[in-house]
């Protein structure tokens, strides 16, 4: 299986600060790479697919990017609705594969 | 798109359990279908993928030779039969839809304890 490694596995930060989640793949996956925001209780919302393509109701806030093995996902200016946990997958290959995901919480 | 899943239970370590998950308000025969887990307070692991017709299956190492993904496209079920259960299987079993290899749908979960 492809391994992916999320870091950090926690992000303490402000309303209005801008955060960097990085995801790394234990070998190429060209793009196929999405990121989730998972809320207590709920599951999974995609936000991004293809590294950088904003899943519609997205706010523009969020932004992926990388290919190959570094991924990003950035929040700009966070929101108090955007502290959650956040998971990167891969679907390079048939067997898909998350990332431990990074807890991002209220400083 | 609605997935519920069913056969959730306590089984004792070394058992077996069959979950289902009956899926209705699309065409079944057309989509990918998946099982994702997520044990108490930790992450998600995507477990099995079924190819639309059932004819290939893909797994996760960690189960693999000891759970299997099927599926009955006549009556939109979609099945993960489970043997040799260990602690580290306790967890909440997600049926998921897929469109375009991506989640577009997630059923409510069925709860796997897995504990003598």
């Known amino acids: 299986d492809i391994q992916m490694t999320q870091s950090p596995s926690t992000l303490s930060a402000s309303v209005g600060d801008r955060v960097t989640i990085t995801c790394r793949a234990s070998?190429?996956?060209?793009?196929?790479l999405a990121w989730y925001q998972q809320k207590p209780g709920k599951v999974p919302k995609l936000l991004i697919s293809?590294?950088?393509a904003l899943e519609t109701g997205v706010p523009s806030r969020f932004s992926g990017s990388g290919s190959e093995t570094e991924f990003t996902l950035t929040i700009s200016c966070l929101q108090p609705d955007d502290f959650a946990i956040y998971y990167c997958?891969?679907?390079?290959?048939?067997?898909?594969?998350f990332g431990q995901g990074t807890k991002l919480e209220i400083k | 798109v609605q997935l519920v899943e069913s056969g959730g239970a306590l089984v004792q370590p070394g058992g077996s359990l069959r979950l289902s998950c009956a899926a209705s308000?699309?065409?079944?025969?057309?989509?990918?279908m998946s099982w994702v887990r997520q044990a108490p307070g930790k992450g998600l692991e995507w477990v099995a993928n079924?190819?639309?017709?059932?004819?290939?299956?893909y797994y996760v190492d960690s189960v693999k030779g000891r759970f299997t993904i099927s599926r009955d496209n006549a009556n939109n079920s979609l099945y993960l039969q489970m043997k040799y259960l260990g602690a580290e299987d306790t967890a909440l079993y997600y049926c998921?839809?897929?469109?375009?290899?991506?989640?577009?749908?997630w059923g409510h979960g069925a709860l796997v304890t897995v504990s003598s």
């Open positions: 308000g699309f065409t079944f025969s057309d989509y990918w």
């Open positions: 079924s190819k639309p017709d059932g004819s290939e299956q």
């Open positions: 293809k590294a950088s």
């Open positions: 070998q190429t996956i060209s793009d196929w």
């Open positions: 998921v839809r897929l469109d375009r290899w991506l989640p577009s749908g």
């Open positions: 997958q891969q679907y390079s290959s048939y067997s898909y594969t």
